[in-house]
């Protein structure tokens, strides 16, 4: 396999984009993610686009030719990846592996959802979980991820206060965050005070529905390094699946997906949690970030919660987590989360994080997408080549 | 890149399957391809797998994951892919491009598709058209391809008849295929004087709405030699993308993304059309297949449709076309397709077709697959190892 680069990335704002198309969406990020890398979009020779459910959401399917075709990418390859809220990380190791492959050297990896046009969000969403098993007896996301808190604090002592200073911290970062579709601080009160959604979780232990799209371009390492620019070269890459039914799993104290695909990233890297520097992690809940720093390593089973309280994993803390707000500052467009948090990785090694880049010059990031209530998950680890 | 070979391939058969839900359908063809490689599925480290619309259609996403947890692969990595009625082909090629890799040795390729449950097909197939610039204006697939039809009537002087000698000869294929749909022979008449659904096609014209799944099995080919069995060489992959709406297309009466990701296959396997033994091709409509027989080089443009007529696409003729009975008579799960295409290239090149077996033992054979109108397809040129 051929080492590969990340050369450049490119967002939208993420929000409520009521006025721009889901194809300009990805156009947007596109070129913006072009011009960062600096190259001519004519050099790009395929492309794989992450996006969880346009079918429902906008009633488009067969995305990647017509986003490519807007974005003036006509007629390279492309496809669409699917894995509920985890595409945009499958879409991201897709492209690896074609540039490792050797089939092509400028790859994009996209992300993008357009979920504010007016369907019925939740239910769209539900159809990451099992339909037949799950939705049809009535439970959506809030409810799943709220089994899992409840297993969590019943088994740890996990309590409503850990979950709220996940909220708490990565508001705080997003709100350094120009790209955040909620950029503003709050307190562990406001978050305790928050209108139930299901207990524990109250509206602000939630990510909220975004528009939003992603894109990173890669290339062979050894193209990156004649380009003369910064770049990232990603040294592991772990993908795993789980039934996506919650009653299918033997602890629901766990989300074991990612540590299997964590394990995966580690081992082809050849490092383990304590040499990774900082993480983006799937917070879609607050309890989901708990539970997956435990799942990466970086705390102790039961110690993720504690751990968030006392700001270990804050900007300055011992591994930093979400420094981009998160999904629930930043803001959670479900396919192009994956690639946003590449983005985010990619900005901090190369010191562009702005207001919230790391003092210490990081040199390992780790980028979490994850599906559903845990059944599939993407790790990536990224290195900074200096 | 790795050299890679198909070691099995499995299918459920194709119908109306109301009992069967769609993880079972994947399961069933999962099962058989496995069965057919001879190897433990324990020993499957990834998977791609094909699906337009499982969103719209039995509203579960989440897809590979599912599927995969269903079938006892859980917990490789999996990633469902999507490009329309071209997912099946681009499940294949990224299974194809991982194995190339390095990353993985033994990568399951599927595609199926669950279009009986309920949901209403034309609006669900809709969405692999432009929704804002085609389908909002109430066109929908026989009316796009009546568009194509009228052009190469107008240009060329194709007929009604030539037409339906696509249809004659893909039922008669067909009825030698025991996974057939429709497994019985028509005649000319009876197509052109079947409804009709948009002028000049009549419903004979068209592919039918299907349930079912298929399933390939891929690995390097060093490592297919020391496992005694027959095997095929994936010697040319390529895929293309164009705008999926037709009114951005120079010539309304070319399917030009056919040619693109044609000549890079050839290219890629250092073959010209003239080699290609027989090839299965996306005949969703009869007029496609005889489009698509032009784009890939077997026929100057504007002889597809006499050479239909003449039988010079027929099983002893000059290139078999659709050997399997193509999507108009074996039946079209729109994800499913392109892998049932490669399990009929297998058959074929193997010595497994039955009935239809070629007689001139074939040794290079292609399968075309196509989505939308044109928006996009894949072309895979498949080489036996004697």
Request: glycine content about 12%; aromatic content about 6%.
């Amino acid at each position: 396999m051929r080492d590969v680069a990340v050369i450049g990335v490119g967002l939208t704002k993420f929000g409520d984009l009521w006025e721009t198309p889901l194809r300009d969406l990805f156009a947007e990020a596109t070129l913006a993610c072009v011009k960062d890398a600096d190259i001519d979009k004519k050099q790009i020779q395929s492309a794989y686009i992450g996006c969880m459910t346009s079918g429902l959401f906008v009633a488009q399917e067969h995305l990647a030719s017509i986003l490519c075709d807007y974005a003036g990418l006509n007629p390279i390859g492309a496809t669409r990846v699917e894995s509920a809220c985890a595409s945009g990380g499958a879409a991201f190791r897709a492209a690896y592996l074609e540039v490792a492959s050797g089939a092509s050297d400028f790859v994009l990896a996209g992300g993008v959802e357009k979920m504010n046009d007016g369907a019925d969000a939740t239910y769209c969403l539900a159809t990451a979980a099992d339909q037949e098993y799950e939705v049809y007896h009535g439970v959506t996301f809030p409810g799943l991820y709220a089994m899992i808190a409840h297993a969590h604090m019943h088994r740890y002592g996990t309590t409503a206060e850990q979950l709220a200073a996940v909220a708490v911290k990565n508001h705080r970062n997003g709100a350094k965050n120009p790209y955040a579709q909620f950029p503003m601080e709050i307190s562990i009160d406001t978050v305790l005070k928050s209108v139930r959604v299901a207990e524990p979780l109250g509206l602000m232990d939630c990510s909220p529905v975004t528009d939003g799209a992603g894109a990173a371009l890669l290339c062979p390492v050894e193209v990156a390094k004649d380009l003369g620019r910064p770049f990232v070269k990603i040294i592991g890459s772990g993908h795993a699946t789980d039934s996506i039914a919650l009653h299918d799993r033997a602890d629901l104290a766990a989300i074991p997906v990612v540590g299997r695909a964590a394990r995966r990233a580690y081992e082809q890297a050849g490092v383990g949690s304590k040499d990774i520097d900082f993480c983006e992690v799937h917070d879609c809940f607050t309890i989901a970030e708990i539970v997956c720093t435990e799942e990466l390593g970086f705390f102790e089973r039961g110690h993720g919660g504690p751990s968030a309280a006392d700001g270990l994993t804050a900007l300055d803390g011992q591994i930093p987590i979400n420094t981009s707000g998160g999904l629930k500052s930043k803001g959670h467009p479900v396919g192009a989360t994956g690639i946003a948090q590449i983005a985010e990785v990619f900005w901090q090694l190369t010191g562009q994080a702005g207001e919230r880049q790391l003092k210490k010059s990081p040199r390992l990031g780790m980028a979490q997408n994850m599906g559903g209530s845990g059944g599939s998950s993407t790790v990536h680890i990224l290195e900074v080549v200096s």
